[in-house]
């Protein structure tokens, strides 16, 4: 596991510290304010103060998080909140910096800086809002929207083949991936958690109804009732379980993942065993996302170290100040050919 | 047999080569060893878009000019005396250029029926009288350096690569300037591998004494030093000058330089040379794209840092709505655009003035911004300082406009003393600014500025975003009279920098017939065009406009001290589109789009039409 064990600092934050006085405009039923509410219990028990989180968004109804958290914000243009986010913890590597996106915002106009920011493993946690359509903008079909989805712009079932956003991170090389669901306080808490602490940067791929206009898009794994036996909650180092009675598991088929009950044919050693810090282990589970025979993963798929883009930036102005001494204008100045005029 | 030598005020060089003749490389070591012995100088590289077009074609022609003189130098002048032309595609296109009786100085090994053909003249013109009325020095370069060089461990190949530097030697000669200095930097540069280096110097000593003892020469060059005010010295280009104004105004503000970019021509090195100072605490960031160079500066702005984004036209239109954002979440920024000629991809290795209204008007919605900009390659040290200090005093993005022939020409630069360049003074109000109301991110100041609170302090939390905000508290808001209200503090903060720009300073008599009145990279040959007017005795002025962003407070009036306005411009005529609305008189207009700088004759001669 990547993650550091450091003592957690106890700052005497609660709840109310992260929730600022103005109303909070999302529909009613609205699966982010689910989010909203795990975001502010589980940052003061961070150990980081108040003002040193910063949350940067770009457009979309999931980018006004910012505005309902009583920390500093920016909520800024579509797409772009990573690349913003960049300049803010490399201005200021002891921040906190969240990024708050949804399907649109950071997979289709902002896919860009998405990848790249994953890629270059600054320090940071990138929450993206997967309701698989373009909320604000009143129900277009997203890059993440299901083929065959009927949307406003998408009448007769959309044609657009979707991202699997947490593919696309693993592909992009991120160091930290989890998935979690806007109906599962405990899930998204612990995924928050470990992003926070995680060093690098951290993708967060949140399952977000829009009551409005993809109700019931992921109710296999809302519904209660269904979700025990459509959603498979992993636990680094333990095997992978799921179903009502707990009774059914995942083993690996012909380099595939497959669903075996567990009974007499096959006990839990036959069963894969999380592995965060296994890229084969994450990718089995991505495999699982669009196939409707394989329950759906969600907890921490992947957490691996490596260096942070934020700390190498410093140590390499470090390394070079000690090589050539600290800079002046003179040595700036005098750094070419200079002659006098008397 | 003793050589002449004759004094002269000033000279223009013009190296010409393939890409692959190590032109850009001559002229540089030229132009070093010229602003040592302490003349006044400008150059202007002339490089093809392509890295290496075919050997030998028209296409794969690099130049390099300079002029230098005794007196003040303003452009890298017009017509060269001197054309050195390494093979028949350099003549082919830089020969129509060359001063009438001009020399030309021709390595005619190259001159090779394949040569001759590929850049299509039909006879050897070295050869056959067509350059008569010039003066030709045909001179057997590779073979010279190749006799030079036939002890050396160089392959034949590496040795023929030597020939630059004879020519380089011929002309040190013919100038009478010192070989030490390049020497000296030949043995550095190839300090891994010194037969490269003694090749080199070998080959430049050559020619050198070819100069010297040859009897085909009879005359050098001696150019006095120029009386430019006491101090120190270095050649600059614009682009360097640029990034060192950003440094010292981050010094002199105490706050740590970011730089977000995305390599383009003819910008890039303002990159290059900003992330070779990590011992200045310089952050630079090479982003995904130019939307990213200018988000992550934003983002850095947010945090505290000196933010800057560097950039050409293609990539300020990629730009576009994250110079909005800055704007209405009124952070400081300087943006800088290095421009080329366009549209689209257009030209990228040549000059152009065409993006003033771009910078100035071309965004969604009432958006200004302030844009000034920079009128030779050592102003543009002043203008990134001045672009800096300004966007951080009234927390505004800024757009400083340089172009490629600013950015890549080089000129010497007085270097300022660090200690008298003026402090800026940064505050960033702390825990107490925060009232009972908590912390009002769009307070105003004497300027209507709004503070610039720094995450990370504790108690002034708060929200910025590109959605409309209230006056004050910064809440989200869509009320019309409080956009109304912003829109107008938006301009009228744009409009108080005026208080900051000093009374324009006027060449020649403050009233007359005619002011001709420019911006950019155009005042070189417009200062030496009203120069000559002058000498003629004709009622010319010059005026230059640093800030075209606001304008200056004391234009109209200026304006109106004169009968005519000419405004000559490298683009179709965008200030004068400005100022027609300004001033509401008739403006006259020279306008090139060559992508080229004007040459100061073309300016004489429209000053001449008009003043009849
Ligand atoms: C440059 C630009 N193009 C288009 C829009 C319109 N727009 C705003 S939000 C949005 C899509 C938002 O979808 P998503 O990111 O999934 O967020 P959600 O509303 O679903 O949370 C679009 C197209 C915009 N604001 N800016
Ligand atoms: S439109 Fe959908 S995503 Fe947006 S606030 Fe309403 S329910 Fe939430
Ligand atoms: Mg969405």
Redesign the pocket.
């Known amino acids: 596991m990547s993650e550091t064990n450091i003592e957690i600092q106890d700052l005497n934050l609660t709840r109310k510290d992260f929730v600022p006085g103005n109303e909070v405009r999302?529909?009613p039923?609205?699966?982010?304010y689910s989010v909203l509410a795990n975001m502010q219990k589980t940052l003061p028990v961070m150990g980081v103060k108040k003002e040193n989180y910063a949350f940067i968004s770009g457009i979309?109804?999931?980018s006004r998080f910012p505005y309902y958290m009583n920390t500093y914000g920016f909520h800024s243009i579509h797409g772009r909140a990573p690349a913003i986010a960049s300049g803010v913890k490399l201005a200021n590597p002891e921040l906190a910096v969240w990024i708050i996106t949804g399907d649109g915002d950071g997979f289709s106009i902002g896919g860009n800086h998405m990848i790249h920011a994953l890629r270059r493993n600054i320090d940071m946690n990138i929450m993206l809002?997967n309701?698989r359509?373009y909320?604000?903008t009143?129900?277009q079909y997203s890059p993440t929207s299901l083929l065959g989805a009927k949307t406003k712009s998408s009448p007769f079932g959309s044609i657009d083949r979707p991202f699997n956003p947490s593919a696309v991170a693993l592909g992009a090389n991120a160091t930290f991936i989890s998935r979690a669901l806007d109906v599962d306080a405990k899930g998204l808490q612990e995924s928050i958690k470990r992003a926070q602490r995680h060093k690098g940067a951290s993708f967060i791929e949140v399952y977000?109804?829009?009551?409005?206009?993809?109700d019931g898009e992921f109710s296999d794994v809302e519904n209660k009732a269904t979700r025990p036996d459509n959603a498979l909650f992993v636990v680094h180092g333990e095997p992978m379980i799921f179903g009502k009675e707990q009774d059914k598991g995942i083993i690996m088929e012909n380099h595939h993942p497959k669903v075996v009950q567990l009974g007499d044919k096959y006990s839990e050693k036959d069963l894969l065993v999380h592995d965060e810090t296994n890229q084969i282990i994450t990718n089995l589970l991505l495999e699982m996302t669009f196939d409707t025979s394989n329950p759906t993963p969600f907890g921490v798929l992947r957490a691996v170290e490596a260096p942070t883009y934020d700390e190498m930036m410093i140590e390499q102005i470090k390394a070079v100040t000690k090589i050539k001494g600290e800079g002046t204008l003179e040595d700036l100045f005098y750094s070419g050919d200079v002659w006098e005029v008397k | 047999m003793a050589k002449k030598v004759i004094r002269i005020n000033e000279a223009t060089i013009r190296f010409a080569g393939d890409s692959g003749d190590g032109m850009q490389l001559t002229g540089t070591r030229f132009t070093e060893a010229t602003a040592i012995v302490g003349n006044d100088l400008k150059t202007i590289p002339n490089y093809p878009s392509e890295i290496r077009a075919p050997l030998g074609t028209l296409a794969g022609v690099s130049a390099f000019q300079l002029m230098f003189g005794s007196q003040k130098v303003f452009t890298p002048g017009d017509l060269p005396d001197t054309l050195v032309a390494m093979n028949p595609a350099a003549l082919k296109v830089h020969l129509r250029d060359l001063k009438k009786g001009g020399t030309i100085l021709a390595n005619s090994n190259a001159f090779t029926d394949k040569n001759l053909k590929m850049a299509g003249w039909e006879a050897n013109p070295l050869e056959d009288g067509s350059l008569e009325g010039y003066t030709v020095f045909s001179i057997e370069m590779s073979k010279l350096v190749g006799k030079a060089l036939e002890n050396s461990d160089l392959t034949s190949k590496g040795i023929e690569r030597t020939k630059n530097m004879f020519a380089l030697g011929v002309l040190f000669w013919m100038y009478n300037r010192p070989i030490e200095p390049t020497e000296e930097w030949l043995r550095k540069k190839f300090g891994k591998n010194p037969s490269v280096a003694e090749a080199n110097i070998t080959a430049m000593k050559t020619g050198f004494n070819y100069g010297e003892t040859t009897e085909i020469f009879t005359t050098s060059y001696a150019v006095e030093k120029a009386d430019l005010p006491k101090g120190k010295y270095r050649n600059i280009t614009g682009n360097v000058a640029v990034a060192y104004g950003l440094v010292a105004a981050a010094k002199k503000a105490g706050k740590e330089l970011f730089l977000g970019s995305y390599p383009i021509t003819p910008a890039s090195e303002i990159l290059h040379t900003l992330s070779t100072l990590r011992n200045h605490g310089v952050k630079t960031f090479q982003a995904e794209d130019e939307i990213a160079g200018i988000a992550s500066a934003i983002g850095a702005s947010y945090a505290g840092d000196l933010a800057v984004t560097t950039t050409s036209g293609p990539g300020m239109a990629l730009k576009t709505e994250a110079i909005g954002l800055a704007i209405i979440t009124e952070l400081p920024l300087v943006i800088v655009n290095v421009q080329r000629g366009g549209p689209s991809t257009g030209m990228p290795t040549k000059m152009e003035q065409s993006d003033l209204l771009q910078a100035v008007v071309g965004r969604n919605s009432d958006a200004r911004i302030p844009v000034l900009a920079a009128k030779d390659p050592a102003d543009c040290f002043e203008c990134a300082f001045e672009a800096a200090r300004i966007a951080m005093k009234y927390m505004t993005p800024v757009i400083l406009l340089s172009d490629g022939y600013l950015g890549q020409g080089s000129g010497p630069w007085q270097i300022p003393d660090p200690k008298t360049l003026p402090e800026i003074v940064v505050n960033h109000p702390s825990s107490a600014d925060a009232g009972e109301d908590g912390f009002m991110p769009y307070a105003r100041d004497e300027n209507e500025t709004r503070p610039w609170a720094i995450p990370g302090t504790p108690g002034l939390e708060h929200r910025i975003g590109g959605l409309e905000k209230e006056n004050i508290t910064g809440m989200v808001s869509q009320d019309a009279a409080n956009h109304q209200l912003m829109t107008d503090i938006r301009a009228r903060k744009v409009d108080n920098i005026k208080q900051d720009i000093p009374p324009s300073e006027i060449h020649g008599e403050p009233k007359g017939k005619l002011l001709v009145l420019g911006w950019g990279s155009t005042h070189g040959a417009i200062h030496v065009a009203v120069d000559r007017a002058l000498a003629k005795g004709q009622s010319v002025s010059q005026m230059h406009l640093r800030w075209v962003s606001p304008f200056p407070s004391d234009l109209e009036e200026i304006c109106n001290g004169f009968d005519e306005i000419l405004i000559p411009e490298v683009n179709s005529g965008q200030l004068a589109l400005l100022l027609k609305g300004e001033l509401a008189r008739k403006i006259h207009q020279l306008n090139i789009v060559r992508g080229e700088p004007f040459r100061a004759s073309e300016i004489e001669d429209k000053i001449n039409e008009i003043l009849g």
Request: glycine fraction near 22%.
């Open positions: 999302w529909c039923g609205c699966g982010d979309g109804c999931s809002f309701n359509i909320g604000l009143k129900g977000q109804n829009c009551i409005i206009f993809n």
